[in-house]
């Protein structure tokens, strides 16, 4: 059972940046593939950025390359998204995931547990 923990949302302007983190609990998360997802209201969780156990593979949804950069610290038991240049479109929830594989993970079914959220609001 691994049990996670999202901070770091928040009400930013656009252009402005922010980072979240996910605090997991158990012994063995290096063995984890991490993921953030944002889900907007009315509408489906979707893939924003996912990372390898190793934290080596790193994996985007388009729409975040180059502005969002996912991390992890495996002596911290922990996974970072950092946003930067934030849009109005980027508003929603942000879960973290974590799925029982090495390598990154795009699909929400690939994951087993799921934290409980943090809110991300980008006013324009």
């Known amino acids: 059972q691994v049990q996670l923990v999202e901070s770091g949302g928040g009400l930013v302007q656009a252009g402005g940046s922010l980072r979240l983190s996910c605090a997991a609990s158990?012994?063995?998360?290096?063995?984890?593939?991490m993921g953030w997802f944002r889900q907007a209201p009315g509408k489906e969780r979707v893939f924003v950025a996912g990372i390898s156990g190793t934290g080596r593979t790193l994996d985007y949804a388009g729409s975040v390359k180059g502005r969002f950069t996912i991390s992890r610290d495996n002596g911290r038991n922990t996974v970072y998204l950092q946003m930067n240049d934030l849009k109005p479109e980027d508003t929603g929830v942000y879960h973290c995931?974590?799925?029982?594989?090495?390598?990154?993970?795009?699909?929400?079914?690939?994951?087993?547990?799921w934290g409980q959220g943090t809110q991300v609001t980008v006013s324009s």
């Open positions: 158990g012994r063995t998360f290096s063995t984890y593939a």
């Open positions: 995931a974590a799925a029982p594989r090495w390598n990154v993970a795009s699909m929400p079914s690939d994951y087993a547990y």
